[in-house]
């Protein structure tokens, strides 16, 4: 059993600061085997820059809700091409009986987009 993450621990408590290294006990504490090696193979900065949070879907590096949007709408994009089968069936039922845009599972009602579309959820 792993050790419950605290929702305020960085990378940078991860991180041995006088060699740059990772703290294996820390990390075999907090995570499982398979994500321990992810993390322990990746490499780490030894210039000491500060994390920072980037948005790659913006020139500016910080979030949108123009660039959500646009991202969203390029993930479900994505997701009905995969599938056009699948894509026709959704059309279908969109027209026939009021069915979310998104998902095609559901009918569009106040609760479906923010709480159980399948495709909102991706975002």
Request: glycine share 4%; hydrophobic share 30%.
């Amino acid at each position: 059993m792993h050790a419950q993450i605290d929702v305020e621990l960085r990378v940078d408590d991860l991180i041995e600061k006088s060699t740059h290294t990772w703290k294996l006990d820390d990390l075999l504490n907090y995570f499982c085997p398979n994500d321990f090696h992810t993390i322990v193979s990746t490499p780490i900065s030894t210039t000491g820059s500060s994390e920072k949070i980037i948005w790659h879907h913006t020139k500016s590096g910080k979030y949108e809700v123009k660039s959500g949007y646009h991202l969203a709408r390029e993930m479900i994009r994505y997701e009905q091409v995969s599938n056009e089968r699948a894509q026709s069936s959704i059309q279908r039922m969109r027209h026939i009986c009021g069915v979310c845009k998104g998902c095609g599972l559901e009918s569009e009602t106040i609760d479906h987009i923010p709480f159980r579309c399948r495709s909102a959820q991706l975002v």
